[in-house]
């Protein structure tokens, strides 16, 4: 990239100072108004996401008030914690059952609940 004409010097200045060593940190060139929007969209998803993480966390802690007479107390206590770890930003893991691994060839893909649930 080499031009003698005085007009081409501030391009190639911009090129070799801004754009270059911005695609070798990130992989790519944002203008500063870009990177911006860019920043700003980030933090509306992370709210959107935790915005949703509570409202998870606030329908399993319902659904346990709902059932409580019907779930044993080591249900309940899973659940609060699948609650708890979505409000702390962890995924919510699956509810564990005692026994064998649910991908194991003959066992169905969601868990027998029976052990866990009060008889009426």
Known sequence: M???KPIAKPFQRWVTHEVLPSIRKT?????PGRRQE???AA???AVMEMKARTEQAKLLVDAVHRLEHRLSDLLIERILIASTNLMAGYDAIGIPTDGPSFT????TRFPDL???WKPF
Do not use: A, F
């Open 2 to 4: 080499k031009s003698r």
């Open 27 to 31: 992989g790519e060139y944002k203008t």
């Open 38 to 40: 860019c920043d700003i």
């Open 43 to 45: 933090k509306q998803v």
């Open 104 to 107: 194991e060839p003959g066992r």
């Open 114 to 116: 029976k052990p866990y």
